[in-house]
């Protein structure tokens, strides 16, 4: 959630002087950065977009390809006759597979964004009321192309995948 009473640094130089003085204090360098994570504010600690997140490929059988970020281009098949990605066939309907979330937007339009949030790495989740997709930890939101909407707290969009549907509208491809 953000508070008026945030306040955002990204002074290498300020977190270096708050170091020595913890230091000082007799802090072992992992206490060191859980103090410094535990500001929502502070960029070094955020994850980043460029910065991509180990994302395990589903187990699913009804899932073929690569939708790990980390392990090179995203690029898989949903089967959508299964019970594990069926309800894609759903407008309003959104699935977590690896790195992205795919949804079935406002107008059934078929749709897949990164799923980490870049500013401490929440889920995001597709909000059919809205037509956008939501962090479920702090509420930041991003439009069908993956766009960050002006006053969240994350500050950088998340990827856009292109979907494309089979002709028999059973198999879903997501690319990067
Ligand atoms: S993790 Fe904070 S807005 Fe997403």
Redesign the pocket.
């Known amino acids: 959630m953000?508070t008026n009473n945030q306040v955002e640094s990204n002074s290498t130089t300020d977190q270096m002087k708050r170091g020595e003085f913890l230091r000082s204090l007799g802090m072992s360098s992992a206490a060191l950065m859980a103090f410094y994570c535990m500001g929502?504010g502070l960029t070094a600690c955020?994850?980043s977009s460029n910065d991509p997140t180990p994302a395990p490929n589903p187990t699913s059988t009804a899932f073929t390809g690569n939708a790990d970020a980390s392990k090179g281009a995203i690029n898989f098949t949903l089967d959508l006759t299964s019970t594990d990605y069926g309800k894609l066939k759903t407008v309003g309907e959104f699935v977590s597979v690896g790195s992205v979330v795919v949804a079935n937007a406002k107008g059934n339009k078929l749709i897949a964004v990164g799923r980490v949030?870049?500013?401490?790495?929440?889920?995001?989740e597709y909000k059919l009321q809205q037509d956008l997709f939501k962090?479920?930890?702090?509420?930041?939101e991003f439009n069908d192309a993956g766009k960050v909407q002006p006053g969240?707290?994350?500050k950088s969009d998340v990827a856009q995948y292109k979907t494309s549907l089979s002709t028999d509208g059973n198999k879903l491809t997501v690319t990067a």
């Open positions: 953000k929502t955020s994850k949030c870049p500013h401490q790495g929440g889920n995001l962090c479920n930890l702090h509420g930041s969240w707290d994350a």
